[in-house]
């Protein structure tokens, strides 16, 4: 069974277009992600939502907005599409887990959506 | 603030021979630490973490890590590489924002295994 899904797996539109990329956890995680590979390989989170709600929100332009219709799902929606907007889009998902007495996230990620704005 | 360096962008070695790659990371507290792996167009898929307990941690497929407090590093080892683990590897460091996990990725190391 699929943990992290994500749909479509490749897009490719042209610049000013609107797109969004969907994103499903089936392990009852309450925390989910999304992040942006660029050409280079450099990972850097984009948002966090916890139960639904915005807890991270890594200076990304508001041309990208999050939604969590509920906690098994987190959809990224793009608006204006620009050519800079071209990568890799992974979604994750995590579950407090505890041990000795300190408490870590353990996240699991999707297999990704490679998005080129032409 | 937090951040991880890795200190090779590519390393190649040949099949059978040990693999070593590098990682030093800077944290205000405590730290846990990842190292994630990337097969061409693939996700990412979770090697092996340190969380404050034994600080030589033992992930999959052979590969293992060592948590040096002193040097700040935690790089990753294997005896005898394999082709299949050629791949893009990630050293990670995580931190608690506002109690949700916030993971900095280092900026990979690419792992070329020569027959």
């Known amino acids: 069974d699929t943990a992290v899904s994500q749909t479509p797996k490749y897009l490719v539109t042209q610049m000013g277009n609107d797109k969004s990329i969907k994103c499903e956890q089936n392990l009852g995680h309450d925390t989910m992600y999304w992040y942006k590979q660029d050409s280079k390989k450099f990972l850097k989170i984009m948002f966090s939502y916890n139960n639904k709600e915005l807890i991270i929100n890594e200076t990304v332009p508001n041309r990208f907005s999050p939604k969590s219709p509920d906690k098994a799902h987190l959809n990224l929606h793009i608006n204006s599409l620009e050519l800079g907007d071209s990568a890799v889009y992974f979604c994750a998902s995590s579950q407090e887990l505890g041990t000795t007495g300190k408490n870590f996230y353990e996240q699991y990620f999707g297999p990704g959506t490679r998005l080129t704005v032409t | 603030a937090q951040s991880v360096t890795q200190l090779d962008s590519h390393v190649s070695v040949s099949e059978g021979t040990p693999v070593l790659l590098r990682c030093n990371y800077s944290s205000s507290y405590s730290p846990s630490l990842f190292w994630y792996v990337q097969h061409p167009n693939k996700g990412l898929q979770l090697l092996l973490k340190?969380?404050?307990?034994?600080?030589l941690v033992k992930g999959i497929n052979g590969f293992e890590a060592e948590f040096k407090k002193s040097e700040t590093s935690f790089h990753l080892t294997k005896p005898s590489a394999h082709m299949s683990d050629a791949a893009e590897y990630f050293c990670v460091v995580s931190d608690r924002d506002f109690g949700n996990e916030k993971l900095t990725f280092g900026t990979g190391t690419r792992l070329t295994i020569i027959p």
């Open positions: 340190y969380t404050s307990a034994a600080t």
